[in-house]
């Protein structure tokens, strides 16, 4: 069993950084690979960005790629989304979830576990 906490949210301006946690909790997180979702008001939930259990393996949807970062430590059992180069469209709850069978995928039903979420909100 995981629970995961998001954190990081809040309101910035376009071109404006944020970065989100997740801390995660139980005994099994360094096996899990890790992925961040996000949902935007009247939109279906989307991938963002996963990582493996290493870290060695990362995947980004193309509209994030080269804006966003995505990074764990397995110490400290926390995950992080670096985000640059925010847009309007980035705007959405962002949710932290984990996979037991650390598939490094972009399918939500893979993922086994879900945090509450943390909202985002880039104005323009």
């Known amino acids: 069993q995981v629970q995961l906490v998001e954190s990081g949210g809040g309101l910035v301006q376009a071109g404006g950084s944020l970065r989100l946690s997740c801390a995660a909790s139980g005994r099994t997180f360094s096996s899990y690979a890790m992925g961040w979702f996000r949902q935007a008001p009247g939109k279906e939930r989307e991938f963002v960005a996963a990582i493996s259990w290493s870290g060695g393996s990362i995947y980004y949807a193309h509209s994030v790629e080269g804006r966003f970062t995505i990074s764990r430590d397995n110490a400290k059992k926390m995950v992080y989304l670096q985000m640059n180069s925010l847009k309007p469209e980035d705007t959405a709850v962002y949710y932290c979830?984990?996979?037991?069978?650390?598939?490094?995928?972009?399918?939500?039903?893979?993922?086994?576990?879900w945090g509450q979420g943390t909202q985002v909100t880039v104005s323009s």
């Open positions: 979830a984990a996979d037991r069978n650390n598939g490094i995928t972009a399918e939500l039903r893979e993922y086994d576990y």
